[in-house]
């Protein structure tokens, strides 16, 4: 793998910030199709992402992009609405963020792993969050 692009860079530092864009209902729906992406294909492009991000050094930024998600996961005091939060229950955004975590950090994987992986394991890696920004409506 070659090093680490301006271009690869400026793809992550935007998937960062798109964490605090996103709208609930996109959310959701990243979430959703996370889900719908085949597990078994997911973990074998992992087994070659993971490796190939090592070798290039860049598993700072693979734990940069993790502890971002897992801050943006957690429930903050607007997930606390309604009967649920009178409960003490966050509602469903923070359940939605804990589900759609796992399609960013595979989404940076795919990022920071680059042309180590082929187009298959690219697809299945990035492919929900690339799904999601392809529909979004352009105004």
């Known amino acids: ?21 996103l709208a609930d209902d996109d959310v959701a729906y990243l979430a959703e199709l996370w889900d719908k992406e085949d597990g ?35 429930a903050s005091s ?3 609405q309604g009967i649920d939060g009178l409960l003490g229950g966050a509602g469903g955004a923070a359940g939605a963020r804990r589900a759609a975590a796992p399609a960013f950090i ?4 795919a990022i920071l792993a680059g042309d ?3 187009e298959g ?3 299945v890696l990035a492919g929900p969050w690339r ?3 392809e ?5």
Do not use: Y
């Open 1 to 21: 793998m070659t090093a680490f692009s301006d271009d690869a860079r400026a793809e992550l530092d935007e998937l960062l910030a798109s964490l605090e864009l």
């Open 40 to 74: 078994t294909a997911r973990r074998e492009a992992w087994i070659k992402a993971k490796p190939a991000i090592e070798k290039a050094g860049l598993m700072r930024d693979l734990d940069r992009v993790r502890s971002s998600v897992g801050a943006w996961m957690q």
């Open 78 to 80: 607007s997930d606390f």
């Open 106 to 109: 595979d989404a940076a994987a």
């Open 116 to 118: 180590a992986l082929d």
């Open 121 to 123: 394991d690219q697809r």
């Open 131 to 133: 799904r999601l920004t």
């Open 135 to 139: 529909d979004e409506p352009e105004s």
